[in-house]
């Protein structure tokens, strides 16, 4: 059995309340009595992207657990290289990054635009991503992740900064069938849909809840939920080669 811990959206700013939330949750893990295989952060590390958020950033998502963590629409590239994979001189380019477990393989691709909100594969992306599934016997899984969805989720601003030019990436899916899921963050809210025919798994956010369309959400202010407490996504790959997935609320006990 393989378990992939996966959070997202913790937005850390220098604030008690982000890194309160932040920590709670990797405390929680940390604290498991089981070593899980892997703890994926899908993005939106930080709120502002400097160098101070990334210093704090890397100590706050420390872990005993095998980490991988991937950009979202409010981290920059060579600040995120130069803070959590200490880069001196980080280029700016995409930030795709892959480990490969004992029967798993997870591959974080960079779905950010610079200075924009939206998501993107970049070609060179999409190159990187195909090298890894190459490079992967056909009879281990590979779980692909990046921030943005590449679908809509009925979410009207969500869906208005999603993940574009998604029918490259279903192209890609098509030609290699042991791409068993996508993982995702960016709607900070925990959701379960399909994408190329493979699971496409959302991780709730650590910092705020989206609250949906049919919540009450009658105006800009009201997406946001600040009240909810955070939660994780638990991503258990069976020996049958089944997929299943558990949402669980994570509870400052301080």
Known sequence: ??????????????????????????????????????????????????????????????SRHPALLCPGNHDDRAAFRQGLLGEADAPAAAVNQVLRGDGFV??????????????????????????VLEETPHDVPVL???HHPPVALHIPYVDGIRQFGEERLAALAARHPHLTAFLCGHAHTGAAT????????????????????WE??????????????????????????????HYRVVVDRR
Do not use: K, N, Q
């Open 216 to 245: 009450a959400a009658t105006g800009a202010g009201e997406y946001v939920h600040l009240d909810e407490p955070p939660a994780v996504a638990f991503h258990v790959l069976g020996e049958d080669g089944r997929l299943t997935t």
């Open 106 to 131: 997870l591959a974080a691709c960079d779905s950010s635009v610079p200075g924009e909100h939206r998501g993107f594969l970049e070609d060179s992306t999409l190159a990187w991503l195909e090298a």
């Open 194 to 213: 399909t994408f190329a025919g493979r699971p496409l798994l959302v991780a709730p956010g650590v910092v705020s809840t989206c609250r949906l369309p």
């Open 1 to 62: 059995m393989i378990v992939i811990a996966h959070l997202s959206d913790t937005h850390l700013d220098g604030g008690s309340r982000a890194a309160g939330r932040t920590r709670a949750v990797m405390e929680y893990l940390d604290g498991l009595a089981y070593d899980l295989d892997a703890v994926l952060v899908s993005g939106d590390i930080t709120d502002h992207a400097t160098a101070a958020e990334y210093e704090e950033a890397r100590e706050a998502l420390d």
């Open 144 to 146: 692909v992740a990046f």
